[in-house]
């Protein structure tokens, strides 16, 4: 019998495809060993090209900040600087609460992330950190977890590629857009859903560990150009990304994707279901009362 390479001989044992050896031509039984066909899959990765086309819109400027301050380096539009970690407290309600809403207008709603609409399983719930902040420039550190509300984000384990969506609510901006994006870099999108640059009015949503859809992050860099009038103080005005509700903004990357809420600049117990989950199809838990939980 001819002599067989390595890996052929690896690949015909796995397929139990063994020339039979002299012993059981003889009539002799011999051990065998079957190896099972083992695919190793390709490492996932972010697309880097897209069809999907974004425009800029009127964006106005609100801080006061002179110099103004790099969006990337900006606690408020850059969630990753302030980080955040999961809340341990074995009394935590790890479902949707009520807490009633006060907003008569629809807020920003988390279902509507996705296609079809829905609430997913929850991964975490966590806290997200607050920020001692510096004078402009120098973007300030990172403080301690936000003490209340107990829940400040939440994550969701989902597989990666699923498409994502501006989520919708009962504001409009104007010229058929509902958000602005304060800040977009590769895994992060921070939609504002005023005109103004900031999160000190209106609401913002932080939505981390993505895959940013290629031309909106080239669009948003562009539009974010550090010597352009974004960085100007007065700046007598610039664009940024303006999308209507349901505009997809990318997709669910490897391990599991965090949102966290902003109200005029406070972060927002996720859970809330009468505010961010007024739309809940296919949810199934009682939503109880924030009073008695």
């Known amino acids: 019998m001819k002599k067989l390479s390595i890996i052929a001989m690896l690949f015909m044992v796995s397929l139990g495809i063994v020339a039979h050896s002299r012993a059981e031509q003889e009539g002799e039984m011999m051990p065998r060993a079957y190896l099972p066909v083992v695919l190793v899959p390709e490492a996932f990765a972010c697309a880097d090209t897209s069809t999907?086309?974004?425009?800029?819109?009127?964006?106005?400027q609100h801080d006061a900040?002179?110099?103004?301050?790099?969006?990337y380096a900006h606690a408020d539009k850059n969630i990753a600087l302030r980080g955040y970690a999961p809340n341990t407290d074995t009394s935590l309600v790890r479902d949707l609460?009520?807490?009633?809403?006060g907003d008569p207008t629809q807020p920003p709603q988390f279902a509507t992330l996705f296609s079809p609409y829905r609430v997913?399983?929850?991964?975490?719930?966590?806290?997200?950190?607050?920020?001692?902040?510096?004078?402009?420039?120098n973007p300030g550190t990172r403080g301690d977890a936000i003490p209340f509300p107990a829940v400040t984000a939440v994550s969701f384990p989902l597989p990666p590629d699923e498409p994502l969506h501006v989520p919708t609510s009962g504001y409009d901006i104007g010229s058929g857009a509902e958000v602005i994006v304060i800040f977009a870099d590769e895994n992060t999108v921070t939609l504002h859903y005023t005109r103004e640059d900031t999160s000190?009015?209106?609401?913002t949503i932080h939505i981390d560990n993505i895959c940013t859809d290629p031309a909106l992050l080239a669009l948003y860099e562009s539009l974010d150009d550090e010597?352009?009038?974004?960085y100007?103080?007065?700046s007598s005005g610039y664009?940024?990304?303006a999308l209507p509700a349901g505009k997809m903004i990318g997709t669910t990357g490897m391990g599991d994707m965090v949102v966290a809420i902003t109200d005029t600049g406070a972060f927002q117990d996720t859970r809330s279901c009468n505010d961010w989950w007024q739309i809940r199809p296919g949810y199934t838990g009682s939503c109880p009362s924030a009073l008695l939980k």
């Not at 900040?65 to 969006?71: I, K, M, N, S």
């Open 200 to 203: 000190a009015v209106g609401y």
């Open 232 to 234: 100007d103080y007065p």
């Open 120 to 137: 997913p399983t929850f991964a975490d719930f966590h806290r997200v950190n607050g920020w001692n902040w510096a004078s402009s420039p």
């Open 239 to 241: 664009n940024l990304p």
């Open 65 to 71: 900040d002179d110099p103004v301050r790099f969006a």
């Open 97 to 101: 609460i009520d807490y009633g809403s």
């Open 52 to 60: 999907n086309s974004y425009v800029g819109g009127t964006a106005n």
């Open 227 to 230: 010597n352009g009038p974004r």
